[in-house]
Every structure is written in structure tokens, then in C-alpha cells.
């Protein structure tokens, strides 16, 4: 598996560089250590349309995380590392489990901190056949290093912009002083869009190309402004923008007052008109009363699915 597997010794997958032998089983900030740990695989119905297509997005949720948001809805696998362990062959199998399944992509979520394996199990499956796009699922705390390793590997990105302030990312997040989160954010992105560029579809289906997120905060602590701004002089107006508004006082939000509340109505779409008026075409929306619907269980066998036991 070399070289990817010298990024773990010392661990520098991404832009903290904590400096974890995770070879020999010490765990790095985000709490991974030498095995590669997923929580759940399957069908997945809430990404964006032309990424969820009609037969949904083949989503692995990896455990941890190397952010720490304290809002996060999937804090049972980022913070608390519910899954399970598996191999690289393991892996590679469930990438030809999900196109069996029909799905019409292979969705990787929070792989930064397993890039190593990710990264050789894609190799694999695309030897032995599989064609199915590769999607890197991800908060944007990327190494350039690393993005750079994955060039050829992975069809579309789809990274979270989540704050304009450094101060406010180390703090809602424990982003790193050293390696500030806005920076790190926008060299990542600009590397992902320079692999593979706007995003393409065919058959209203994403086949390759970027589309940025960007989650609405209370109190306007994100800095959505001034993320598009930045998104229109260098990546371009026509770049794809998944607005979220999915925002839910979850975890330990309730330590941060303007935290402890949704956002309102107002505050969403008053960032919807700035991109109209700027001259963003390309952009997906959510209805607010859907929030609750993306928050999963991961104790569940189908932790999207209320009903499930």
C-alpha cells in the first residue's frame, strides 16, 4: 500500500499534521488509529439530486472525524467512533456491494483520516471493473498533499465550506491556531476544482466535477457572504453550491446561546438572494422543516429510517 501508508507515520493526513504513529496503533487527534473503521454503508437518499440520483448515492460513513463541531448530527461515529473494523479487500467488496445494490455512485464520508486505505481499495476496484464515479464526502480540512495523492481516483468532490472566520472555526470546531480551517478550506477546494473541475451531468445524473456545501449557522457565524464571495472570484459563479439548512441545536450546541436555536427563515433566505443576485445559477436548496430528517442513528441497522430497530 506504500506510499499512502507513510502519511500515517507520522500521521499528516490532514492540515493538523498531529504527528500520530498510527502504524503502531496510537490514535491521532481525530481518534483513528491503524485500522480503517466504518459505521454504516448503504443506499442514501439525502444528497443532492443529480448525486442521489433515483436509485440514491452509495454512502460509507467512516468513524471520526478531524474536526470536533460541536453541533455535529453524526457525532456518534465523528466523536464517539461507532463502526467497526474492516480491511482493504472488505472494503473494496462493499464498493461492488453498492453498485450491485444500484447505486449510482460510490460516496466516501469523512475519509480524510483513512485516505491510506481508501485510496488502494479504489485502485483495486477499478482494475477489477467497477465504474462507478468516487465521491470524496468532506468538511474541507484537507491536506493539498494528500488531495493531490487521490488525482485520477476520485470523480467528485463534494467538500462542506463551513466557516469564513478562523477564530470561530477553532472554536465551534477545534480547528487548529497552527493550521488555520479557512486557509486549509480554500487551497483544498481550489485543488479539487483543478482535478475535476465543474461539475458534469448526464442523464441528470452527477458523472464528475465539484459542487461546494455550505451550512447556514444561526446568527450568521459561518460567514456565508463572504464564503461566496471568495467561491465566485475563484472558483467561478457557475460553480454548484449545495445550500444547507439542515442546521439543529445537536450535541453540545446548547453551550453557545446563539447556538441553541435554529436558524430562521429569514437568516436562509437572505443567503439565497445573495447568491440570485450575484449571479449563482447552479445552486440546491433545502426547506427548513426537513432538518430533522437528516439526522441520523447510527445504532440502527438503517440509521436514516426512523422505523428501523
Same mark, same amino acid.
Not at 443529480?50 to 468513524?63: L, R
Not at 495523492?149 to 468532490?157: A, C, K, N, P, V
Given at each position: &500500500?506504500?506510499?499512502?501508508?507513510?502519511?500515517?507515520?507520522?500521521?499528516?493526513?490532514?492540515?493538523?499534521?498531529?504527528?500520530?504513529?498510527?502504524?503502531?496503533?496510537?490514535?491521532?487527534?481525530? $481518534?483513528?488509529?491503524?485500522?480503517?473503521?466504518?459505521?454504516?454503508?448503504?443506499?442514501?437518499?439525502?444528497?443532492?439530486?443529480?448525486?442521489?440520483?433515483?436509485?440514491?448515492?452509495?454512502?460509507?460513513?467512516?468513524?471520526?472525524?478531524?474536526?470536533?463541531?460541536?453541533?455535529?448530527?453524526?457525532?456518534?461515529?465523528?466523536?464517539?467512533?461507532?463502526?467497526?473494523?474492516?480491511?482493504?479487500?472488505?472494503?473494496?467488496?462493499?464498493?461492488?456491494?453498492?453498485?450491485? &445494490?444500484?447505486?449510482?455512485?460510490?460516496?466516501?464520508?469523512?475519509?480524510?483520516?483513512?485516505?491510506?486505505?481508501?485510496?488502494?481499495?479504489?485502485?483495486?476496484?477499478?482494475?477489477?471493473?467497477?465504474?462507478?464515479?468516487?465521491?470524496?464526502?468532506?468538511?474541507?480540512?484537507?491536506?493539498?498533499?494528500?488531495?493531490?495523492?487521490?488525482?485520477?481516483?476520485?470523480?467528485?468532490?463534494?467538500?462542506?465550506?463551513?466557516?469564513?472566520?478562523?477564530?470561530?472555526?477553532?472554536?465551534?470546531?477545534?480547528?487548529?491556531?497552527?493550521?488555520?480551517?479557512?486557509?486549509?478550506?480554500?487551497?483544498?477546494?481550489?485543488? &479539487?476544482?483543478?482535478?475535476?473541475?465543474?461539475?458534469?451531468?448526464?442523464? $441528470?445524473?452527477?458523472?464528475?466535477?465539484?459542487?461546494?456545501?455550505?451550512?447556514?449557522?444561526?446568527?450568521?457565524?459561518?460567514?456565508?457572504?463572504?464564503?461566496?464571495?471568495?467561491?465566485?472570484?475563484?472558483?467561478?459563479?457557475?460553480?454548484?453550491?449545495?445550500? &444547507?439548512?439542515?442546521?439543529?441545536?445537536?450535541?453540545?450546541?446548547?453551550?453557545?446561546?446563539?447556538?441553541?436555536?435554529?436558524?430562521?427563515?429569514?437568516?436562509?433566505?437572505?443567503?439565497?438572494?445573495?447568491?440570485?443576485?450575484?449571479?449563482?445559477?447552479?445552486?440546491?436548496?433545502?426547506?427548513?422543516?426537513?432538518?430533522?430528517?437528516?439526522?441520523?442513528?447510527?445504532?440502527?441497522?438503517?440509521?436514516?429510517?426512523?422505523?428501523?430497530?
Amino acid at each position: &500500500m506504500q506510499p499512502y501508508l507513510s502519511m500515517l507515520s507520522p500521521c499528516r493526513l490532514c492540515p493538523r499534521k498531529c504527528g500520530a504513529d498510527r502504524i503502531a496503533g496510537e490514535k491521532g487527534f481525530c $481518534g483513528a488509529d491503524r485500522d480503517l473503521k466504518i459505521a454504516h454503508f448503504g443506499p442514501h437518499f439525502g444528497e443532492e439530486p443529480p448525486v442521489t440520483g433515483t436509485k440514491g448515492s452509495g454512502n460509507i460513513f467512516f468513524s471520526f472525524c478531524n474536526l470536533r463541531c460541536i453541533f455535529c448530527q453524526n457525532h456518534q461515529i465523528s466523536h464517539e467512533g461507532l463502526g467497526r473494523p474492516v480491511k482493504v479487500e472488505e472494503l473494496v467488496s462493499i464498493f461492488f456491494s453498492l453498485e450491485s &445494490m444500484g447505486c449510482h455512485n460510490i460516496n466516501l464520508v469523512s475519509p480524510t483520516s483513512y485516505v491510506p486505505f481508501i485510496a488502494p481499495a479504489i485502485e483495486q476496484a477499478k482494475r477489477r471493473g467497477l465504474e462507478l464515479p468516487f465521491v470524496y464526502n468532506t468538511n474541507a480540512y484537507d491536506s493539498v498533499e494528500v488531495l493531490e495523492s487521490l488525482e485520477g481516483l476520485i470523480d467528485i468532490y463534494l467538500p462542506d465550506f463551513k466557516y469564513w472566520s478562523g477564530p470561530i472555526a477553532e472554536r465551534l470546531s477545534h480547528a487548529s491556531d497552527d493550521a488555520p480551517y479557512p486557509q486549509a478550506a480554500r487551497a483544498a477546494i481550489l485543488e &479539487m476544482k483543478r482535478q475535476v473541475g465543474d461539475l458534469v451531468v448526464e442523464d $441528470g445524473i452527477a458523472k464528475k466535477g465539484t459542487i461546494v456545501r455550505h451550512l447556514v449557522l444561526p446568527g450568521g457565524l459561518a460567514g456565508s457572504k463572504q464564503i461566496f464571495e471568495w467561491i465566485g472570484e475563484h472558483l467561478g459563479r457557475s460553480t454548484w453550491i449545495g445550500l &444547507m439548512s439542515q442546521y439543529l441545536p445537536l450535541y453540545r450546541s446548547g453551550d453557545y446561546p446563539v447556538l441553541g436555536r435554529r436558524i430562521r427563515q429569514d437568516e436562509y433566505d437572505s443567503v439565497v438572494t445573495y447568491l440570485i443576485d450575484n449571479g449563482f445559477d447552479n445552486v440546491f436548496i433545502q426547506e427548513l422543516e426537513s432538518a430533522p430528517l437528516f439526522v441520523p442513528d447510527f445504532r440502527k441497522e438503517r440509521p436514516f429510517d426512523e422505523s428501523s430497530g
